[in-house]
């Protein structure tokens, strides 16, 4: 019996497979090692192959898509409703098997290396920053405690280094041994700075190489990093049906909750990438500074919610609008033009 279907379930170093024929039966039940997988499917003619989208489900999509396979991931949370009794391997590549073949499914669209290390960048420079950040809140905190008060934010970073290591150091009262505390924390400061710079000029870099991130920095409020970061993570805008459901996508649209034909709509659901989602308000925040400070016919809609509403709910509407004019330029492949005001 030749075998139409797999499900595999993904781990570090022991596999599930389970295979099914086209009228559904169970042909193959088997554990595979890591240095395995290959051989295994190699020997195999093509097949339909679904996976969940966890860590290292890209890399063996790739793999198996060289061998000939169709490969499809899906969303963790959409396969568990077909998980039956019990939580094993073998039980979690039956329902991947039986999830990979529902018409109704939605799946992950497979990202490329180039996409990945893109992506990569990204969540690396973010870890520096919380790390910078984190450095930067020790070092006030502890300078607080000898009566050095040091303002927020990243701008005092220079003021802040002068004080503990530089020549500004023997104007203070600080002991010895709490210089000598803090010089490692210093040291680090140092180190990351260029180190992130460094980041983002790759990323900047692969933002010019790009028409796709081009032609989305071309959206007010979205600048190098976003852009790029949408750029990565959006393989395919077809696989999205309409703006909104990619705001949906990334968690900006209402929680909805209905019953007897009442819709009450609440907080947005927040259940998509919450980075993009950031990035997104970060910058409709951005933009509604601008908005407050000019008056155009561009910002006639922020200053209107603004008039009735908190701002941090018009920053997250306006992140929303965002990300659906994203989508129509990425599946448009057109750059973003002001909307003309209309004749009087």
């Known amino acids: 019996m030749q075998i139409t279907t797999i499900g595999l379930d993904l781990a570090k170093h022991v596999f599930q497979v389970h295979g099914v024929d086209a009228q559904g039966q169970i042909v193959v039940r088997k554990r595979l090692r890591r240095a395995e997988v290959l051989a295994f499917f190699a020997k195999l003619p093509p097949c339909l192959i679904g996976m969940e989208a966890c860590a290292t489900a890209h890399h063996w999509a790739r793999e198996l898509i060289k061998l000939g396979h169709t490969v499809k991931l899906m969303p963790p949370s959409y396969v568990k409703p ?32 180039d996409q990945q290390s893109v992506l990569m960048l990204h969540r690396v420079r973010a870890l520096l920053i919380r790390q910078r950040t984190m450095l930067i809140n020790a070092l006030r905190a502890h300078l607080a405690e000898f ?61 010019r190489q790009s028409e796709e991130s081009r032609r989305l920095e071309t959206i007010p409020g979205v600048g190098v990093i976003t852009a790029t970061a949408i750029a990565a993570t959006v393989t395919d805008p077809a696989h999205f049906r309409s703006g909104r459901e990619f705001a949906a996508w990334l968690g900006l649209t209402p929680r909805q909750n209905a019953s007897g034909g009442t819709a009450r709509l609440g907080r947005i659901s927040k259940m998509g990438d919450g980075y993009l989602r950031t990035l997104l308000v970060v910058g409709a925040t951005a933009v509604m500074r601008y908005a407050r400070q000019k008056t155009a016919a561009s910002t006639n809609w922020i200053h209107s919610l603004l008039a009735t509403k908190p701002a941090r709910l018009v920053a997250v509407a306006l992140a929303n609008k965002t990300a659906r004019i994203a989508w129509a ?5 057109e750059v973003y033009r002001l909307a003309r005001p209309a004749a009087a």
């Open 82 to 113: 077909y998980v039956r009794r019990g939580k094993n391997d073998a039980t979690d590549a039956a329902a991947i098997c039986e999830a990979v073949t529902r018409p109704s499914m939605r799946f992950v669209p497979v990202k490329s290396a």
């Open 147 to 207: 009566g050095i008060a040091v303002a927020q934010g990243i701008r005092p970073l220079a003021a802040l280094i002068e004080t503990v290591v530089g020549s500004d150091r023997e104007m203070t009262e600080i002991p010895p041994l709490a210089h000598t505390a803090l010089e490692p924390l210093v040291a680090q400061l140092r180190d990351l700075q260029p180190r992130i710079k460094a980041l983002e000029a790759e990323l900047l870099a692969w933002h």
């Open 329 to 333: 330029l990425l599946a448009r492949k």
